[in-house]
């Protein structure tokens, strides 16, 4: 995908956390049970009064929390929780397991050892519509990037496409139950990063996904390993990188 087609100029970026914000509480109620499968969450408008938002910041929280498979919207009726209750999380890291640069650092350990496989074998057993899905994810990365948004909803769900591509559901499974919690710039960003450096940055995690998804469709298992594996180093070492110049 060549992105320098798209426009490079950024809109004015609100504080992403205040999405994050909302994911956060949500997630948390969805989890203790507060929130059970099949109950239908309040109205964007209602929420929007809740967390004193607008209604960009609501869309763009359930959208992340959609890619995360914890909730589903159904248009004209409204969105309902699907997973992420006390029963249905095979595997959690709570939000304060996430908040230092070491917690970071192990998340992507841990993806590093389970989507280094999965994307192999995404490669032996995919689907036509398993890599239509992929590309889609990628367009969608794309097009978050050029609005000036994060692309956390995106990137996860190109993760979790890999992982529905094994025909395994454990893993599609394991990654739904961790949720966006596996994108690390979810929780530690370079804040003092400018717009246009961030915009290159994800740029280069978007064409890394690119990468991975020519191996799995070229059946090449080995070559989608060691792409998987190169992306998911680079994000550890950017990472540690990001900190060592927040602290120099």
Request: aromatic share 4%; with cysteine; charged share 25%.
């Amino acid at each position: 995908m060549n992105l320098s087609l798209l426009s490079p100029t950024l809109p004015a970026r609100r504080p992403r956390n205040l999405a994050m914000g909302v994911v956060d509480s949500l997630a948390d109620r969805i989890r203790d049970g507060s929130l059970a499968c099949g109950d239908k969450l309040a109205t964007e408008s209602a929420l929007m009064t809740e967390f004193g938002v607008s209604r960009t910041v609501i869309r763009e929280a359930l959208s992340k929390l959609q890619a995360a498979a914890m909730v589903q919207t159904r248009h004209g009726v409204g969105t309902f929780v699907t997973h992420g209750g006390v029963d249905s999380a095979v595997f959690r890291i709570r939000p304060d397991q996430l908040e230092t640069l070491h917690d970071v650092v192990a998340m992507l350990e841990l993806r590093i050892g389970v989507e280094t496989e999965a994307a192999g074998l995404a490669a032996q057993r995919r689907t036509a519509d398993n890599l239509a899905a992929m590309r889609r994810a990628l367009i969608a990365f794309a097009q978050a990037v050029e609005a000036g948004r994060d692309a956390v909803g995106p990137d996860f769900q190109f993760h979790l496409e890999i992982a529905r591509a094994t025909q395994n559901p454990h893993f599609s499974t394991l990654l739904q139950s961790l949720g966006t919690a596996t994108i690390p710039r979810a929780r530690l960003d370079p804040s003092g990063a400018s717009a246009d450096e961030r915009q290159a940055y994800l740029r280069r995690v978007n064409a890394e996904h690119g990468s991975i998804v020519d191996a799995i469709e070229g059946h090449d298992g080995e070559a989608a390993r060691a792409a998987m594996r190169t992306h998911l180093a680079n994000s550890r070492e950017r990472r540690r990188r990001a900190a060592q110049l927040a602290n120099s």
